[in-house]
T-cell receptor, first 114, second 113 residues
Framework: DAGITQSPRHKVTETGTPVTLRCHQT?????MYWYRQDPGHGLRLIHY???????DKGEVSDGYSVSRSKTEDFLLTLESATSSQTSVYFCAIEDTAGRGTEAFFGQGTRLTVV | AQSVTQPDIHITVSEGASLELRCNYS??????LFWYVQSPGQGLQLLLK??????LVQGIKGFEAEFKRSQSSFNLRKPSVHWSDAAEYFCAVGVRTGNQFYFGTGTSLTVIP
């Protein structure tokens, strides 16, 4: 299994508070991703990173920011959490095998904003 | 724009019966194609992938999928379903430019004895 650790695994927070989720990898992969999973929507890309300090927006990036100061860590921050950000968040890393790519996923973080 | 469609939100099959989960994609070039499985409370596990070459790909747990370019489809099949196959299944497209992945909305599989 790919070495991906998400923390925390569960969090309940209040509307308007900042929240940071952490994704840590031990695989030294270049690409890292943050997705959110909601019923009826599948997984939607929030932000991704293609290297240290190199990040870009996905399709649902509003209200989220990311940082990657080290290869192994990719942080997702909700600056001011809202109830619409209640979701399950997954981090993924990409294994570029040369002939193609595949993504490996963490176990997810269940975030509830009350 | 890239998109993935899984037309079946939920499927119920009897244990031992065959299974086919549908996936259609929209992408201007030849994509990378994937099927993932997610058990309750778990992350996504890769079942199989298609990059190029043989259009029939074999995966783990007895699953296979066939890439049909003319139909823009990548359907997942299994000849005999086991109760442990009950899970959520996601089809995904990998885009070569930008290394991004696009997921379908998932198909929930229930297996009845």
């Amino acid at each position: 299994d790919a070495g991906i650790t998400q923390s925390p695994r569960h969090k309940v927070t209040e509307t308007g508070t900042p929240v940071t989720l952490r994704c840590h990898q031990t695989e030294n992969h270049r690409y890292m991703y943050w997705y959110r999973q909601d019923p009826g929507h599948g997984l939607r890309l929030i932000h991704y990173s293609y290297g240290v300090k190199d990040t870009d927006k996905g399709e649902v990036s509003d209200g989220y920011s990311v940082s990657r100061s080290k290869t192994e860590d990719f942080l997702l921050t909700l600056e001011s959490a809202t109830s619409s950000q209640t979701s399950v968040y997954f981090c993924a890393i990409e294994d570029t095998a040369g002939r193609g790519t595949e993504a490996f996923f963490g176990q997810g973080t269940r975030l509830t904003v009350v | 724009a890239q998109s993935v469609t899984q037309p079946d939100i939920h499927i119920t099959v009897s244990e031992g019966a065959s299974l086919e989960l549908r996936c259609n994609y929209s992408y201007g070039a030849t994509p990378y194609l994937f099927w993932y499985v997610q058990s309750p409370g778990q992350g996504l596990q890769l079942l199989l992938k298609y990059f190029s070459g043989d259009t029939l790909v074999q995966g783990i747990k007895g699953f296979e999928a066939e890439f049909k370019r003319s139909q823009s489809s990548f359907n997942l099949r299994k000849p005999s379903v086991h109760w442990s196959d009950a899970a959520e299944y996601f089809c995904a497209v990998g885009v070569r430019t930008g290394n991004q992945f696009y997921f379908g909305t998932g198909t929930s599989l229930t297996v009845i004895p």
